[in-house]
Nanobody, 128 residues
Framework: EVQLVQSGGGPVQTGGSLRLSCAAS????????VTWFRQAPGKEREGIVC????????YYSADVKGRFTLSTDNAKTTIYLQMSRLKPEDTAVYYC?????????????????????WGQGAQVTVSS
């Protein structure tokens, strides 16, 4: 059984930093895409960062590029999202997700129903 267990998140002031973690277990697939989504109050869930571990390239949405950094551990089973220069508009529940059917991020990564496995979510609240 595939499980994604998230940790991190919490309250932070504008300009501060936080790191989210997503530990994956039970994966038997050789290729997949890992994406961080977020859902702000009253808004749709949006994909913000995607990596295909085998391709070793990361894609960032315009909203977070230059402020957020995705990385993995050596085994590529834990995915980290380092968030810096946070803004109030970054306030959201953040989710990690894995897509197996289409492992290449460059084909797009923002469609929720394409993802097979989800973390439990982590609240990030940025105060001004």
């Amino acid at each position: 059984e595939v499980q994604l267990v998230q940790s991190g998140g919490g309250p932070v002031q504008t300009g501060g930093s936080l790191r989210l973690s997503c530990a994956a277990s039970g994966l038997t697939h050789n290729e997949y895409a890992v994406t961080w989504f977020r859902q702000a109050p009253g808004k749709e869930r949006e994909g913000i960062v995607c990596i295909s571990p085998n391709y070793d390239k990361t894609y960032y949405s315009a909203d977070v590029k230059g402020r957020f950094t995705l990385s993995t551990d050596n085994a590529k089973t834990t995915i980290y999202l380092q968030m810096s220069r946070l803004k109030p508009e970054d306030t959201a529940v953040y989710y990690c997700a894995i897509r197996v059917r289409s492992p290449a991020c460059y084909r797009g990564y923002g469609i929720e129903h394409e993802y097979d496995y989800w973390g439990q979510g982590a609240q990030v609240t940025v105060s001004s």
